[in-house]
């Protein structure tokens, strides 16, 4: 039985002369969250863009649930048939459509059933169903954060790829939904990669850690290997 989620083997990944991500191999295991930690620039927002699709390899490898959706400077496998969830950091809400219809967007695209159901079915997982008339611009920050992750897993993703949702909150409502992500993983049986400079962050929700530097990995494993790295880098980083 596959284990892993995700599989990137010998990943190079830039543009022109510029090398971003530089022979990197990462396993990342079903129905864990794993957390990309590392500083700006550092190659994490771009590890995701090409799980996802967004961005193309120049050489190597990526494999989704075992099956080969990209390789050596091309994309086997379209970004909407990966059966991935991505959460921007500018969550990317429409500003003219209500909450209602934020949630409702992709399952109209798909031409789904029941789509008020399930509208209204993950409204109430995430304690939405008030706002579900009022706009963007009429909501919190932490009620914007949930109406992108409400909207992402009405769709059913088996992965959830978040690059650093939270931001811009303050240390009280990124709590919450720190505490939302560990249920939610639990309740939809998702597999969560989420991206982060924060690493009190990280450690808050992580079963593995993967410490990201200058397109590389300098080292990953639980959070207490993490804590304890002799890594040099690492040490630093977490000091930092």
């Not at 969830?85 to 967007?105: C, E, M, R, S």
Request: include cysteine.
């Amino acid at each position: 039985m596959e284990t892993s989620a995700i599989n990137l083997e010998n990943i190079f990944y830039g543009y022109g002369k510029t090398e971003v991500i530089k022979d990197l191999t990462l396993t990342i295991n079903k129905n864990e969250t794993t957390c990309i930690l590392g500083s700006s620039g550092s190659g994490k927002t771009t590890l995701l863009r090409i799980i996802s699709g967004l961005e193309i390899i120049r050489k190597g490898t990526v494999m989704i649930n075992g099956k080969k959706v990209a390789e050596n400077g091309k994309n086997l496998v379209s970004p909407d048939k990966r059966g991935l969830g991505f959460i921007f950091q500018d969550l990317a809400l429409w500003p003219h459509f209500t909450v209602y219809k934020n949630i409702a967007f992709g399952l109209k695209v798909r031409k789904e059933k029941d789509v008020e159901e399930k509208v209204n079915g993950i409204a109430e997982v995430f304690g939405l169903t008030a706002q579900l008339k009022k706009y963007p611009s009429q909501l919190s920050g932490g009620q914007k954060q949930l109406v992108a992750i409400a909207r992402s897993l009405v769709l059913q993703p088996e992965i959830l790829l978040m690059d650093e949702p939270l931001a811009n909150l303050d240390v009280k409502i990124k709590h919450g939904i720190l505490e939302h992500i560990v249920r939610l993983k639990s309740d939809f049986n998702l597999t969560v990669v989420y991206v982060t400079h924060d690493h009190r962050e990280a450690f808050s929700i992580a079963d593995q850690v993967v410490v990201i530097n200058n397109g590389r990995v300098e080292e990953s494993g639980t959070v207490e290997q993490i804590k304890n790295s002799n890594n040099d880098y690492v040490k630093f980083f977490l000091e930092y």
